[in-house]
């Protein structure tokens, strides 16, 4: 029933920023990780950048040093901050939390994205 739900995506000229919200619209506990997923039409999907519990973050090569993850997990918030984009940068942006299921293993929760275009 939780529901993750993306804002900030839009039209940017390149060298611009933008800042990527994500909420769950209902509680979600012990949040075990936080990532942001891209994709672009006929190619597959991609991790941009994550952040675990313990607050340690991974970022995709083609954005290091430009993007910035961060995290709140008593709020069930993530956001992206992303400057200098380029035009390769467009795609749709998707959240992704991960949580311990009741049978074992994780539960996966996905938003349904936000689009970011950088174009001139």
């Known amino acids: 029933q939780v529901q993750l739900v993306e804002s900030g995506g839009g039209l940017v000229q390149p060298g611009g920023s933008l800042r990527l919200s994500c909420a769950a619209s209902?509680?979600?506990?012990?949040?075990?990780?936080m990532r942001w997923y891209r994709q672009a039409p006929g190619k597959q999907r991609e991790l941009v950048a994550g952040?675990?519990?313990?607050?340690?973050?991974v970022y995709a090569d083609s954005v290091k040093g430009r993007f910035t993850i961060s995290g709140d997990n008593a709020r069930n918030t993530l956001y992206l901050q992303m400057n200098n984009l380029k035009p390769e940068d467009t795609a749709r942006y998707s959240c992704?939390?991960?949580?311990?299921?009741?049978?074992?293993?994780?539960?996966?929760?996905w938003g349904q994205g936000t689009q970011v275009t950088v174009s001139s």
């Open positions: 992704y939390f991960g949580s311990p299921a009741v049978l074992g293993g994780i539960t996966d929760y």
């Open positions: 952040i675990a519990r313990g607050g340690s973050t």
């Open positions: 209902g509680r979600i506990f012990n949040i075990n990780y």
